[in-house]
């Protein structure tokens, strides 16, 4: 493999050997000539046979490289790939994902539009039968930024020292990055550049875990302000995040998916009982949220998380 590549592909995986698979597949099969490109997983610590699998597969695609780390989490793990990557771009995308062929081809073509242009977004889809019980990411019209479908040059990556690894759970430092992108130059939307973010369905497990999520959202708002006011103006991040984002989202969620009640009453009525649960659950954590929030508020270099739901 030469030493110099046009684009670099990170996947940060995790215990998700069977769907890493067929995000693999659609890499394998781009457009773009594999001579120039270069796909890049990082193993957070699986013990589902990932390693083995991957040595299995780099017998035959030599674009395909292996980085493994200790479960640290997947924001160390996407900055180990950063630190190792050959390519002029870095794209991202995840584990669960499939990346339409011309993928690369697209992001490249976008970069071609303006020297200016520090970062590509692409368009995100869904497939399959989405349920009120499944999770799945959609991005139409840009500007969310999420990892699982984008690229930015790596030299603004160097510059501002990659992802913030006080994200200790994935959720917002994909935001925070693009956003400190964003001081240096621009992001530009391509809607051809798609990749595919099939339906998965989540355990009630999974759905609590997300309610740690609250801390994240504190300190991306804490840390971006200005980003907070254009969003959702001049308002109280606490109570934006732990009101708005949490509890009336949920409650919209119940609305939203009350069509299900004709189609499928069982899956509404599991969706309902898991979501009235969540809800409750954050109104009795709102209390330490609060002292989340000040310690963030007052000490931003601390580690989050300390306490466990």
């Known amino acids: 493999m030469s030493a110099k590549k046009l684009i670099s592909v990170v996947i940060a995986t995790y215990n998700r050997k069977n769907l890493l698979k067929n995000c693999l597949r659609a890499l394998f099969d781009q457009s773009l000539p594999s001579k120039k490109y270069e796909i890049i997983v990082v193993d957070d610590g699986s013990t589902d046979g990932t390693k083995d699998f991957i040595k299995t597969y780099q017998k035959s695609h030599p674009s395909l490289r292996y980085l493994r780390q200790p479960h640290l989490g997947t924001t160390k793990a996407r900055n180990l790939g950063l630190k190792k990557a050959k390519g002029e771009i870095i794209a991202f995308t995840d584990d669960d994902c499939i990346p339409k062929k011309n993928w690369f081809e697209e992001i490249l073509r976008a970069f071609k539009k303006s020297q200016k242009l520090l970062g590509v977004e692409g368009k995100t889809i869904t497939d399959g039968q989405a349920t009120p019980l499944t999770s799945q990411i959609v991005n139409l019209k840009g500007g969310a930024y999420q990892s699982c479908n984008i690229a ?158």
Not at 184 to 207: D, N
Not at 214 to 235: M, Q, R, T, V
């Open 152 to 309: 930015y040059k790596k030299k603004v990556l160097e510059k501002i020292g990659g992802f913030d690894e006080k994200f200790t759970l994935p959720h917002c430092d994909d935001v925070d990055l693009a956003l400190r992108v964003l001081k240096f130059g621009s992001i530009y939307f391509s809607p051809k550049a798609v990749v595919v973010h099939p339906p998965r369905p989540t355990t009630f497990k999974q759905e609590l875990g997300r309610i740690k999520h609250i801390a994240s959202e504190f300190y991306l708002f804490l840390k971006h302000p200005d980003y907070f006011k254009e969003k959702y103006g001049h308002k109280n991040i606490f109570w934006q995040v732990v009101f708005k984002n949490s509890i009336w989202i949920r409650l919209f969620h119940l609305k939203y998916y009350f069509n299900w009640i004709r189609k499928n009453p069982r899956i509404y009525l599991k969706f309902f009982l898991r979501t009235t649960l969540e809800i409750g659950l954050i109104i009795l954590l709102t209390p330490r949220f609060w002292l989340e929030y000040r310690k963030i508020k007052r000490w931003p270099e601390k580690s989050l998380f300390e306490f466990e739901i």
